[in-house]
């Protein structure tokens, strides 16, 4: 069974763990006894998270994912504070809506250089600072694994993460590092319940849709990342996708 021990002295950095699913997942992996550094866009969000975190254990910083100089403040900062860095994961993500005819290139742009270069460009880094035993999870959608008209940067990108992936957990496995990704189907959280009550969709319609008959929890996202991060129990997970979606790309009947 799981424990506090867990994590007990891993050193986790989480990108745009402010809130949401990072957040959640670094009070997760901090009650499990790891240390967790916090980059954010949003310094005060990345602060509050890891105040929040007990003692020593949180260092919340401010820095946008695709500038590699707040990336290597943040790395710094771990060096001096914990020594290093054993676990990496990348969860900073945006997003653009519109038809592929309408897109500019600058559009899909912004959101891969996000979504996906980020990610590419954070673990070339960190992968040189980590040892044998160390993991990396890349947060990606289930719109990384279907087309969602008028959400094609979104859902190419998260698709490219997964290839990423892939390709980093065959290259990386000779080091002993494990890469997986996880991706996340609808959540119910304070976006999209903002969304909904603006009339933005119909959860009814998703809950019909989902084989489990209702949203996900962040919680559950989080408790995801922490198994894939595991070097006890997912020790041979390596290249994995982890689908924490109530069965949604599961069920093909309209």
Known sequence: MAGAEDFAGRRILIT?????????????????????????????????TAAKL????GIGL?????????????????????????????NAGTWDHGSLLELSLERWQRVFDVNFFAPLSI??????????????????????QVAAPGRGPYCVSKSALIALTKMQAVEWAGRGIRVNAIAPGYIMNDTTRTMAEAGGFDPSAI???????????????????????DNRRAAYVTGHVLEVNGGWTAYGYT
């Open 16 to 48: 745009g763990g402010g809130a949401g699913i990072g957040a959640v997942t670094a009070t997760l992996l901090e009650s499990k006894g790891a240390c967790i550094a916090i980059l954010d866009r949003d310094e005060d969000a990345a602060r509050s």
């Open 54 to 57: 007990g003692g020593n254990k």
């Open 62 to 90: 401010a820095g946008d994912v695709t500038d590699r100089k707040a990336v290597t403040a943040a790395l710094d900062a771990m060096l001096e504070t914990w020594g290093g860095i054993d676990d990496l994961v990348n």
């Open 123 to 144: 673990a070339n880094m960190v992968v040189p600072r980590m040892g044998r035993g160390c993991s990396i999870v890349n947060v990606s959608s289930v719109l990384g």
């Open 207 to 229: 809950n019909r849709r989902t084989p489990l008959g209702r949203f996900g929890e962040e919680a559950e996202v989080a408790e995801g990342i922490a198994y894939l991060l």
